[in-house]
Every structure is written in structure tokens, then in C-alpha cells.
């Protein structure tokens, strides 16, 4: 057997340059041509999208809103004091404070104190007095034993005489058992007296308010009482039935900040069909101040950026839009913004998180 040497190192290497080609064009005929142009930086890569959900554009108004703590009162301008013109004693009270009452209702009974129909005995005895010597001396005249200025003098001494006695009856004096009623369909605020018990005139003896006269009495900040005025409309809702509310406006601002609360008083006007409230319930008011106009969106639809500047996506035919705003009012679930918005182009208000400027929108459905 004849062994042969084996090729130099040069020429194994010559042999494999030589083959490199035969095998490359095997290669390709397998795979097949490759398009012209085609390579794999020049591939196109899929567009990112994000899915939103929109909402257009719209203006409105928003306010802040405050609320303040009170309670029902009766109209102080409207309440009645039951009083005498005369010392009376009183013989029943027929009613109790806050106890609701119909007009014509009895609400007390009296009568003169002891001593306190003297002044009327007295002119009633005056005028009986002047009428018999009226009659005396008009029976002389006639018999010509008095003259005619005795009979004027006669004459004017029964007018002072019945002066005096309708100044009397003016006073309530000689009234005897007198029994005073309700004026109108109201509340009893307050009994300054109890049977037995003599009362002076001018004394009061009670304290009737209508019962469609009711205020609530609220206390607000400084700064917030300097934002009201006098008609301005409020809610006014009972602490603990949110179900009952009702409008009211505002009637008066106290200049003065107020010793105990620290806090001023306003008084609001309720109105007079108002049912179910009564003085002493709790209430609270809700308070519009410093209404603004303009674009109004959803809070989520609001970000901010890490340098704390505020902005929003708008809808730019399918791409995102991001718009810098400024957040000019909050309330609730939405915000008041402004910025250079477009009016024709839906606000994204859900998925914005997700967004970049120019980034294409699937807007769900």
C-alpha cells in the first residue's frame, strides 16, 4: 500500500478558500433570493398606540365652595312680646314654650292686680260726678238760677272727667278678667310667667314668633364673610338628615367677629313653606364663593409633570397632544383650566398616564 504525505498547511488553506464559494452559492440557492432593499435595520417596526377614552371639550362655571355650621332661629324682627298696659295678676298660662299655635289659640288669662284699678274707679266716679252736676245746673239755668257759663263750666268738667276715663280704658285699666289669644298660626319662644305671678305693665309675659318667620344662624370665617353679600343664594341641609335641605339667601352679615365662636355671624333667610324645620335644629350651610368661567374637566384628566407643571392630551386627528394648563379652580370631581387648548379636539380623560406627545390613540368604544 502506498501512503501519500498530506498537503502543506498553505495548501489545506487554499483548498478551503477555494470551496467557501461553492458552498456559499449552495447556501443560496436553498434559502432562495433575498428582496432587493430588504436587511434587518430595514425591517418596519409596529406603531405603538395607547387606548383612552375621551371626552369634549366644554365651558361652565365653577365655584369654591364653603360650608359653615348653625342652627334654626326664629325671626327676632318678627316675634311678638305679649304684654299689659296695666299691673295685671295673672290667673292661667295655657301654653309652653315652643308649643306650636293657631291663631285665635288662648295663650293667657289675667286680671288686674289689686290697686291697679284705682285710677279707673277713680275717673269712672269723676265722670258719673260731672254728668249728675251737668244736670243740676242745667235744671237751675232753666229755672234761671245759673248762668250760662256755669252750665260751659259743667259742660267742661264732663269732658275731662270722660278724657280721663278713656285714658283709663286705653291703659286696660277696669278690663276685669281679661284673656289674651294667639294673632297668628306661630311658635312659643319663650313664658315669663307662671299663675298667681303679678306682672307689671309693659312687663313681657310672653314671646310668640310666626311660624313661617324661621332664620338660621351660621358663623363663617373673616375671609369668607367678605365674599358675601346680602340676597346672595344658599343650600342650607340638616347635620343629620342630608335629605333635608332646602335654599335659602343670605339676609344679614355681622360687622363684628364674635367673642365665644370667633367667628362671624350671618343670618339666613329660610323659606316660608319650608316644612320640617324647626328653631334649635342643626344645620349646615354650603356657600358658592368667587364663581369662575371656562374649561371645565374631569380631574383625571389633569397631570402633572415632575417639575409640577400641569398639562392634558387632546386628541389631534388620532395622535396625542399634550397641552400645558393651568389648574385655575377645583371642585368636586372636575377642575377649572386654562391653556391653549383646541375647542374641535376631544380631552383624553382616562389612559392619559400611558401617553407621549404624538403617540397614536385607540379610543375605546
Known amino acids: 500500500m502506498t501512503f501519500f504525505p498530506p498537503p502543506p498547511p498553505v495548501f489545506r488553506h487554499r483548498i478551503r478558500q477555494a470551496a467557501l464559494p461553492a458552498l456559499l452559492s449552495i447556501a443560496l440557492a436553498i434559502i432562495g433570493p433575498m428582496p432587493a432593499g430588504a436587511g434587518p435595520s430595514s425591517q418596519a417596526m409596529p406603531e405603538v398606540s395607547a387606548l383612552v377614552q375621551e371626552a369634549p371639550l366644554r365651558q361652565g362655571t365653577l365655584a369654591q365652595t364653603e360650608t359653615a355650621l348653625g342652627q334654626v332661629i326664629t325671626a327676632t324682627d318678627k ?7 296695666r299691673n295685671v295678676q295673672v290667673l292661667q298660662v295655657r301654653v309652653r314654650a315652643g308649643e306650636k299655635v293657631r291663631r285665635g ?21 269723676g265722670v258719673r260726678f260731672a254728668t249728675a252736676d251737668l244736670r243740676r245746673v242745667q235744671q237751675l239755668a232753666g229755672q234761671q238760677l245759673a248762668t250760662q257759663a256755669q252750665v260751659n263750666a259743667a259742660r267742661k268738667t264732663l269732658a275731662d272727667a270722660q278724657a280721663q276715663l278713656a285714658a283709663a280704658r286705653a291703659q286696660g ?3 276685669g278678667v281679661q284673656t289674651t289669644t294667639a294673632p297668628f298660626d306661630g311658635i312659643v319662644l319663650s313664658v315669663h310667667t307662671s299663675p298667681g305671678a303679678q306682672i307689671n305693665a309693659g312687663s313681657d309675659a310672653l314671646t310668640l314668633a310666626p311660624a313661617g318667620g324661621l332664620q338660621a344662624a351660621v358663623g363663617v370665617t373673616p375671609d369668607v364673610a367678605s365674599a358675601l353679600h346680602a340676597g346672595q343664594a344658599v ?6 338628615d342630608a335629605d333635608q335641605s332646602t335654599s335659602a339667601t343670605v339676609l344679614a352679615i355681622s360687622g363684628v367677629v364674635d367673642a365665644q ?31 369662575w368661567h371656562g374649561w371645565i374637566v374631569p380631574r383625571p384628566a389633569v397631570l402633572r409633570d415632575a417639575s409640577g407643571q400641569a398639562y392634558v392630551f387632546q386628541d389631534d386627528q388620532g395622535k396625542a397632544r399634550r397641552v400645558n394648563v393651568t389648574v385655575e379652580i377645583d371642585q368636586a370631581e372636575h377642575s377649572g383650566i386654562a391653556g391653549d387648548l383646541l375647542a374641535n379636539r ?19 368604544k
Request: hydrophobic share 50%; glycine share 10%; charged share 5%.
Open 79 to 85: 316675634a311678638l312680646a305679649v304684654t299689659f298696659q
Open 105 to 125: 289659640q288662648a295663650l293667657i288669662t289675667v286680671q288686674g292686680a289689686p290697686g291697679s284699678d284705682l285710677a279707673y274707679v277713680q275717673a269712672l266716679t
Open 173 to 175: 285699666l277696669g278690663g
Open 235 to 240: 343650600r342650607v341641609s340638616a347635620v343629620f
Open 261 to 291: 365662636s370667633h367667628l362671624v355671624n350671618v343670618t339666613l333667610a329660610l323659606p316660608g313653606q319650608a316644612s320640617g324645620w324647626m328653631p334649635g335644629l342643626a344645620v349646615q350651610a354650603s356657600m358658592q364663593l368667587h364663581p
Open 346 to 364: 376631544p380631552l383624553v380623560v382616562l389612559g392619559n398616564y400611558e401617553l407621549s406627545s404624538g403617540m397614536a390613540l385607540r379610543v375605546a
